[in-house]
């Protein structure tokens, strides 16, 4: 009887191919624990007779040893595979790893702010080349021929070419031009862009730096419009208490042209560093284009008027968040950069 049985078991064990952790897991609850088979049968070898004994003794232990060596390997088997799906799949039972995100540069959020503020007021965003002839960037916009701005010491140029040089443009009103010379106004649009000017680099100057010029031409524009426009872009960008004012100055290619301040950001016009405890710091320059101006576009000075702006991102930038050093817009310092990530838009 005992030794039908242990016959009949090992044929089960030798058979044993197990096809998960559960098999093997099984395996050990039929036949190695407390109550398992190995047990049970041991305690029916204490039954039977001397004479049996002796033989089935051997037959016994080998049955046990079976029995644990096919749980071992199995068990092996197992650890092996279970390693290697957690290494191809990883543990997904671990919490995730975080990732870092990047952050938007400031003069792109600050960008993107004026943009917004414009569009709002029925401006559409134009764009136009970098690198830019005489005509656009200097003569359509009535700069006369020995004007300090066509001076090499001020300008990059690109190619010399007689009477119509090539150079990276110098301020964004080339597309002004651009935009004025494709169609025929009502005009309204705000061209962002980056620009070129020959300066050493320091804090406070470099070679390239970024501009949000306006313009708005049509019948009956006229100085309040633009002044009421510009008021109101300041008010929404840093805040309702902000004070403007207007001195006049000149540019080529506006008349009457004009410098506007606002009130410090800094010191609320109270003086401080910032504004040489004048309380007003300069952001743009603006005026009415000068009728030049729009007949070089084509457009008939006698029924059209218009104005136009232009500013520099990085001053803005720079009063908004209180950055002292231009050069660090472009040094591309994360420890600089990172303090932008929760502006993220
Ligand atoms: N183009 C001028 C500059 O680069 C800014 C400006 C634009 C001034 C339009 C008046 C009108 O400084």
Redesign the pocket.
């Known amino acids: 009887m005992l030794q039908d049985k242990i016959k009949q078991f090992t044929a089960e064990i030798k058979g044993f191919t197990p096809a998960s952790v559960v098999d093997v897991e099984n395996f050990r609850l039929k036949f190695l624990v407390a109550k398992g088979i190995v047990k049970a049968l041991f305690e029916e070898f204490k039954t039977v007779s001397a004479e049996e004994k002796r033989t089935l003794g051997k037959i016994l232990n080998e049955f046990k040893q079976l029995a644990e060596q096919t749980y071992s390997h199995a068990q092996e088997q197992f650890a092996d595979t279970e390693k290697k799906t957690q290494r191809e799949e990883g543990d997904l039972t671990l919490p995730g790893e975080g990732f870092q995100l990047g952050s938007r540069h400031p003069l792109s959020l600050v960008r993107k702010e004026i943009v917004e503020i414009f569009k709002k007021l029925g401006f559409i965003v134009t764009e136009g080349p970098e690198i830019e002839d005489d005509w656009h960037n200097f003569s359509a916009l009535n700069f006369p021929p020995e004007h300090p701005a066509r001076d090499m010491q001020d300008t990059f140029f690109v190619e010399k070419k007689d009477g119509n040089d090539i150079a990276l443009r110098t ?1 964004t ?1 080339s597309v002004q031009v651009r935009l004025m010379e494709m169609g025929k106004p009502p005009f309204r649009a705000i061209m962002p862009g980056r620009v070129y000017r020959n300066e050493a680099i320091s804090a406070r100057a470099h070679c390239f730096f970024h ?1 949000v ?1 306006g313009l708005y031409v049509d019948e009956n524009v006229s100085f309040a419009d633009l002044k009421q426009t510009l008021f109101h872009f300041v008010q929404e960008l840093y805040g309702k208490d902000t004070k403007v004012r207007f001195r006049p100055s000149y ?1 080529p ?2 008349e009457p ?1 004009a410098e506007m301040d606002i009130s410090c950001t800094i010191c609320k016009g109270a003086g401080c560093q910032l504004c040489k405890q004048s309380g007003w710091v300069e952001i743009l ?3 009415m284009v000068d009728p030049n101006v729009l007949e070089n576009c084509g457009i008939d000075s006698k029924i059209y008027s218009g104005f ?3 500013m520099g991102i990085e001053r803005i930038t720079n009063l908004k968040y209180e950055i002292r050093d231009l050069r660090l817009f472009s040094e591309n310092d994360v420890r600089f950069l990172s303090q932008f990530e929760t502006e993220l838009v």
């Open positions: 301020h009103s501009q010029e540019f290619f506006t042209s320059g603006c005026g136009a702006f232009g």
